[in-house]
């Protein structure tokens, strides 16, 4: 059994890897696909069992390697919060991250224009912005949907 992506997916993945001088493997799509297709900002070790029912004989070196290559090709962006494991998010957007106390899930948290724009403007003046990394945390009943 393989994992496949689909067409919009591929053909980005394909692009972005060749920008950067590097071929489009099976595992390298695999991992992209298993971020894409359950997008509950899992850690590598969540990725790495998920691959596992893909490609079997894949090891943790194979996932942890093409997950920074993801990342330096700008396919998915890696959440650090707290002292946690880093997690990854195929989402690309500018967004933040609210992380619930109580069950440990992760939740996208869009922003606006508006809200972007103030933002950018805490920047120090001569300085521009290249990312921005927003996260909460806390608990509440409204998110265990």
Do not use: W
Not at 38 to 54: G, L, W
């Amino acid at each position: 059994m393989t994992f496949s992506l689909t067409s919009p997916f591929r053909k980005t993945f394909s692009n972005s890897l060749r920008e950067k001088g590097l071929r489009p493997t099976k595992q390298r799509e695999c991992v992209y696909g298993i971020i894409l297709d359950k997008r509950d900002h899992p850690t590598a070790d969540d990725i790495y069992y998920r691959v596992k029912k893909y490609l079997p004989g894949t090891s943790f070196a194979t996932v942890y390697n093409c997950l920074e290559t993801l990342v330096g090709c700008g396919l998915v962006r890696q959440v650090n919060m707290d002292r946690s494991p880093t997690r990854y998010c195929p989402n690309l957007t500018p967004h933040a991250h609210f992380k619930c106390n109580k069950t440990g899930r992760i939740y996208d948290i869009q922003i606006d224009e508006d809200t972007l724009s103030r933002m950018n403007a805490l920047v120090p003046q001569g300085f521009e912005a290249e990312n921005i990394d927003l996260s909460f945390s806390g608990t509440g009943n409204a998110l265990e949907n």
